[in-house]
């Protein structure tokens, strides 16, 4: 009896969890690799799943999926949204959903898992399926390395990943070389000095140096970069003070940065530095701002020859320009590190989640920014069919195009 994918899906999408919170998450998909035949373990890098599929002599693939939500409310009305909440890692408690589509990712690579057992008179090698939490904290891969997965499971001859996005249903988005962009997570303290809000004359007002950096922190993609260069530069959130007539000592900054290469990293984050220092000093501040890098991922970058494999494949299985150049995104992932610390070339593609007539309609009406909610939206939800069957034969495909 095969599985109700779509039951699964909307399942998954009713019950999202944050990262490394994933246990009901976990222990579904490892039920359904465990019923399939695969070697499963659970709990590996707190929450994550490795399961192997051993069919005779050959190449070893490992397939990637990832299962955590966002802090976000739902609110596309749908019969399944979300209503769950959870605790945040600072104690407060937050709607949560499937803004990001790792409910679709999971769904498709069980679909996957479960095409490639029925087949398995066909091809010949090793499988090994990750089921990656916190992939929205870039930590998750990380800490199923560190859980020694390179030294306890076959190695990979090839990583293969895949992400649910706003491109019409059918399309595959891929290219060879940076697919996605490297990011920093920094936090920024800026030291004040508090007093009462009807004497800011005796403080050093920590909240008017932050709104000062801010501004001067947009003029580095702005000012300082080539404009053909890729730089991001993004205050996600300010933190300072507890109430109106209080000034605070001190002000938090988070900062998300992105870039494709090494050198503009070097760049950017020599300019961050720069102009916090300054603001600093600008405000009379009597202790040097604090820099925190709270993750760092590397860029994606797939493999050249394997893209091409992989381009040919998904043409021949899903239809001739199926797959398209959808330009490098300046979102980043953590899947790369897998591949980089085996040493393994690595592809991740992008499959369309949105209704084609829709995208066509928003396309002609200029409007694709205003009407087709991206990736982290309240409103982001891709259509249930055909988006779970060309998720399913994607990676099927793709792993099948890598064994023997």
């Known amino acids: 009896m095969s599985i109700d994918l779509e039951a699964l899906y909307i399942d998954l999408h009713r019950h999202p969890e944050l990262s ?27 929450t994550g799943v490795v399961a192997v599929l051993e069919n005779g002599p050959g190449p070893v693939v490992w397939a990637r999926a990832d299962m955590d939500a966002l802090p976000v409310e739902e609110l596309t009305g749908l019969a399944y949204a979300s209503t769950a909440t959870g605790i945040d890692p600072a104690g407060h408690t937050v709607p949560i959903m499937h803004a990001c589509g790792h409910d679709m990712h999971v769904t498709a690579m069980i679909g996957a898992v479960e095409k490639l057992v029925a087949d398995r008179a066909d091809w010949s090698g090793t499988l090994v399926v990750l089921i990656q939490p916190a992939e929205e904290y870039g930590a998750g ?44 997570g920094i936090t920024v303290t800026l030291h004040g000095r508090g007093g009462h809000g009807s004497r800011p004359h005796t403080t050093i007002d920590p909240v008017v140096m932050a709104a000062a950096t801010v501004m001067r922190l947009q003029t580095i993609a702005s000012r300082e970069i080539d404009p053909q260069g890729v730089a991001v530069v993004t205050v996600g ?13 001190e ?81 980043s992932e953590d899947v790369s590190w897998f591949a980089r610390d085996a040493g393994a070339p690595l592809v991740f593609w992008f499959w369309g989640g949105v209704d084609p007539a829709t995208f066509a309609a928003a396309v002609e009406n200029d409007s694709v920014a205003s009407d087709i909610p991206t990736n982290h939206s309240s409103y982001f939800a891709p259509v249930i069919h055909p988006t779970i069957e060309v998720g399913v034969t994607a990676m099927a495909t793709a792993v099948r195009e890598f064994l023997d």
């Not at 959130?237 to 000592?249: F, V």
Request: net charge negative; proline share 6%.
């Open 141 to 184: 891969s990380r800490a199923m390395l560190d859980a020694g997965i390179l030294d306890r499971y076959p190695k990979p001859d090839i990583v293969l990943g895949q992400h649910v996005t706003p491109l019409p249903v059918g399309t595959i988005g891929v290219r060879p070389g940076p697919q996605m962009a490297a990011a920093d």
């Open 251 to 331: 002000a938090k900054l988070e900062l998300s940065l992105r870039y494709a290469t090494e050198e503009m990293r070097t760049k950017v984050i020599a300019s961050v530095e720069r102009i916090v220092r300054a603001e600093a000093t600008a405000s009379g501040a009597e202790r040097e701002p604090e820099f925190h890098t709270d993750h760092r991922l590397p860029p994606t970058i797939n493999d050249a020859d394997a893209t091409a494999r992989l381009t040919a494949a998904m043409d021949r299985a899903l239809g001739e320009g199926t797959v398209v150049d959808p330009g490098m995104f300046t979102g």
């Open 237 to 249: 959130s300010i933190h300072a003070g507890t109430k109106n007539n209080i000034i605070s000592a």
């Open 20 to 46: 490394f919170q994933e246990t009901r998450t976990a222990g579904i998909a490892a039920q359904h690799l465990r019923d399939l035949g695969l070697e499963v373990e659970e709990g590996v890098g707190i």
